[in-house]
Nanobody, 117 residues
Framework: QVHLVESGGGLVHPGGSLGLSCAAS????????LGWYRQAPGKQRELVAT???????NYGTSVKGRFTISRDNGKNTIDLQMNSLKPDDTAVYYC???????????WGQGTQVTVSS
């Protein structure tokens, strides 16, 4: 059973930085693309960033150049470093694991990020 646990959310001022981390367990994650998605109130869940086991990354348009995703295949962790944060980045951030075999999605419980002065 895949289990994802996020940590690191909180309140930050505009222009500030924040790091999120996700611990994954229950599968061989070298066969999974890992990523972060977010959902703001009244909006659909959207892509933040994904990373394959080989290190190929993909970023949502609104976060390119500001956010950096990384993963540690030995520790089964995935991190998201968020810089130059804006109020529009306020959302619940979800860790995601997607099987490269059958495209099955697994989600963490989410962590709140609030960007406000």
């Amino acid at each position: 059973q895949v289990h994802l646990v996020e940590s690191g959310g909180g309140l930050v001022h505009p222009g500030g930085s924040l790091g999120l981390s996700c611990a994954a367990s229950g599968a061989r994650f070298i066969f999974y693309t890992l990523g972060w998605y977010r959902q703001a109130p009244g909006k659909q869940r959207e892509l933040v960033a994904t990373i394959t086991a080989g290190g190929t990354t993909n970023y949502g348009t609104s976060v390119k150049g500001r956010f950096t995703i990384s993963r540690d295949n030995g520790k089964n962790t995935i991190d998201l470093q968020m810089n130059s944060l804006k109020p529009d980045d306020t959302a619940v951030y979800y860790c995601n694991a997607r099987s490269d075999y059958d495209r099955q999605d697994y989600w963490g419980q989410g962590t709140q990020v609030t960007v406000s002065s």
